[in-house]
């Protein structure tokens, strides 16, 4: 069954440095989402991207994030400047269209010290 | 501000019961309703997905939708000790196509 895959599974750095978050989306799906959960507290959307562009983001994602679909399989989250209240479990998502069934990836758990 | 309720538990049941959750939201533009699982440290497993009023029947699981109370549950019977985790509803308006999240129900269920 395919399935959302995400790399690292555990990044730690330290605070003001450069972090990128991969994920290979279902090859089928063309909407694609990071989600994040700060421990204790509910998923948050970030950001959702189609057709080679943001089509929808959150007050959360400011200019200190970015995402890429650098090639025809990888979907990417760069944060430029980690803060200590990055941390967080940062979760892929795909779908085939929008409004649908959204498959979420294993997470990536960002430490910033 | 598009909100999604839940009560937060925990929900005990014992072993072969039905375990009742439940969600209410905000938007009444919301258009489509996910239900989840989350267990301890993993990511959000989609479980169940409710597009129009009525009821949903998938295995031991029924999701319940009301717009018009802006209402959905999940049910779950013959519940078993490894359905004990966190449910999450999940909700997207009709505006756009992100998942706004409720803050989960705990749910255990006793051997």
């Known amino acids: 069954e395919p399935e959302v895959t995400q790399t690292p599974s555990h990044q730690v750095t330290q605070m003001g440095q450069e972090v990128i978050l991969r994920c290979v989306p279902i090859s089928n799906h063309l909407y694609f989402y990071w989600y994040r959960q700060i421990l204790g507290q509910k998923v948050e959307f970030l950001v959702s991207?189609?057709?080679?562009?943001?089509?929808?983001k959150s007050e959360i994602f400011d200019d200190q994030f970015s995402v890429e679909r650098p090639d025809g399989s990888n979907f990417t989250l760069k944060i430029r400047s980690t803060k200590l209240e990055d941390s967080a479990m940062y979760f892929c998502?795909?779908?085939?269209?929008?409004?649908?069934?959204?498959?979420f990836g294993p997470g990536t758990r960002l430490t910033v010290l | 501000q598009k909100e999604v309720e839940q009560n937060s538990g925990p929900l005990s049941v014992p072993e072969g019961a039905i375990a009742s959750l439940n969600c209410t939201y905000s938007?009444?533009?919301?258009?489509?309703f996910f239900w989840y699982r989350q267990y301890s440290g993993k990511s959000p497993e989609l479980i169940m997905s409710?597009?129009?009023?009525g009821d949903k029947e998938d295995g031991r699981f029924t999701a319940q939708l009301n717009k018009a109370s802006q209402y959905v549950s999940l049910l779950i019977r013959d519940s078993q000790p490894s359905d004990s985790a966190t449910y999450l509803c999940?909700?997207?308006?009709?505006?756009?196509?992100?998942?706004?999240f409720g803050g989960g129900t705990r749910l255990m269920v006793k051997p």
């Open positions: 991207f189609y057709n080679n562009e943001i089509s929808e």
């Open positions: 409710i597009y129009s009023n």
């Open positions: 999940a909700v997207i308006d009709n505006a756009g196509n992100m998942l706004t």
């Open positions: 998502a795909s779908s085939q269209n929008r409004d649908n069934e959204q498959f």
């Open positions: 938007d009444r533009g919301s258009q489509s």
